[in-house]
Nanobody, 113 residues
């Protein structure tokens, strides 16, 4: 019943931008902190950004100043705006909810140089 569906991934040149979306269903979205994680081949899955129910945000040092997480509770959707993309941002990006803990299937982001 819980479902998180990511969209917006793709191929982009270094310096470009993408906006990821995560549509949630089956959870009380407005009561859950939401996260974006990413995982590159051979790497650990890392937390990229989070946004609390009160709209407080936090970012990994590697993306701070370039990425922006936001949410629209009326649409049960969380976004990740990614600007000034770098090849090292290449990864599968996963949406994650905390209440209850749930994962999306992921969306591929590839940044070419």
């Amino acid at each position: 019943q819980v479902q998180l569906v990511e969209s917006g991934g793709g191929l982009v040149q270094a310096g470009g931008s993408l906006r990821l979306s995560c549509a949630a269903s089956g959870i009380a979205f407005s009561f859950s902190t939401m996260d974006w994680y990413r995982q590159a081949p051979g790497n650990e899955r890392e937390l990229v950004a989070l946004i609390t129910t009160g709209g407080i945000t936090n970012y990994a040092d590697s993306v701070k100043g370039r990425f922006t997480i936001s949410r629209d509770n009326a649409k049960n959707t969380v976004y990740l705006q990614m600007n000034s993309l770098k090849p090292e941002d290449t990864a599968v990006y996963y949406c994650h909810s905390r209440s209850p803990p749930s994962w999306g299937q992921g969306t591929q982001v590839t940044v070419s140089s």
